[in-house]
């Protein structure tokens, strides 16, 4: 790094050490904090890890065959906190990193896939998000223009067409990550999962979880805005406003949630599992308050099905 490059760094770093510090005043317990991300701008940090924004709330209206609707049964048996990583057997694969490339979609994807097959009884396995990097470009339907586009980002719904229309998809090992779009090179390599289908879930809290705890980890997307900076803590309303539900540039997986006392007042959470590696927020994983639809992130709750 130049010593103009690492003065433009310092400076970057400076404006959003003063960020960090409102945020804190405003939120009332340290969730802020420094990062690997903290001297890159807003708009440098959607460039290199985000998607392209779009409208979850418009894009996620459903066809009525592909919402799981809840049961009576899977209501009246959900619990008041859940945790995946505690089950047996654990369908939470280690956290991983996507790096510059907004292929988080991926990532989703992969992760609740990995989920499914684990459940199912099969031994775990560590499915290539490259594989779908670079061979995944399924349209939206309702709008072609909207394709999954690699390091420019996607959707796991459309990933999910891919991977049923392929039959399957492949491993790490066959097909690694390189954090980069390029050239599909899927052919003849073996599969190490499958799935039929796929299902999502009316978006409101009792929904998700019930579908949380019956079905494995979920994908979902959400509006990032507030992670940039994020080091621990649960997300809670007070940056409601600056966190809209339109918007949405990231996707994650729901692994749990509970209730956190540590600021005086109990507020229910989601436990997300993200792809920015284990030094980012809580071993790379966050908390968001989930009564309410804060950031977009009840909007589209997806699962692939085996």
């Not at 390599?189 to 979920?218: C, Y």
């Not at 507030?226 to 940056?239: C, E, M, N």
């Amino acid at each position: 790094m130049s010593d103009e490059e690492e003065a433009i760094r310092f400076d970057i770093f400076k404006q959003n050490a003063q960020k960090i510090e409102a945020l804190n005043r405003e939120h009332g317990q340290e969730v802020y904090g420094y990062n690997l991300f903290s001297d890159l701008t807003a708009e440098e940090f959607a460039d290199q890890y985000l998607m392209e924004p779009f409208d979850s709330a418009a894009k996620c209206e459903w066809p009525y065959n592909r919402v799981h609707h809840i049961s009576q049964a899977e209501l009246s048996s959900t619990p008041t906190s859940w945790d995946w990583r505690t089950q047996t057997p654990n369908p939470v694969t280690a956290v991983k990193d996507q790096g510059q490339c907004g292929s988080c979609w991926a990532f989703s994807t992969t992760g609740n896939i990995e989920g499914q097959w684990t459940l199912s009884g099969k031994t775990q396995p560590l499915i290539s998000e490259q594989e779908l990097v670079d061979c995944s470009h399924a349209c939206l339907a309702s709008e072609p223009s909207l394709c999954n586009g690699g390091c420019n980002g996607g959707l796991p719904w459309l990933a999910y067409e891919d991977v049923i229309k392929w039959g399957g998809i492949t491993g790490e090992s066959n097909y690694p990550y390189t954090a980069m779009t390029g050239n599909c090179r899927s052919s003849g390599m073996p599969n190490v999962a499958e799935i039929r289908n796929w299902t999502a879930t009316s978006p409101d809290m009792v929904s998700i979880e019930a579908f949380l705890v019956s079905q494995g980890p979920l994908s979902m997307t959400l509006n990032a805005n507030r992670l940039q900076s994020y080091r621990k803590g649960v997300i809670q309303p007070s940056i409601f406003s600056q966190c809209p539900s339109s918007g949405a540039d990231h996707a994650v997986l729901l692994v749990g949630f509970g209730d956190d006392s540590s600021s005086g007042t109990s507020v229910h959470y989601w436990t997300i599992k993200n792809s920015w590696g284990s030094s980012w927020g809580e071993a790379g994983f966050f908390r968001m308050q989930a009564d309410g639809d804060m950031c977009g992130i009840w909007d589209c709750v997806s699962s692939a099905t085996l």
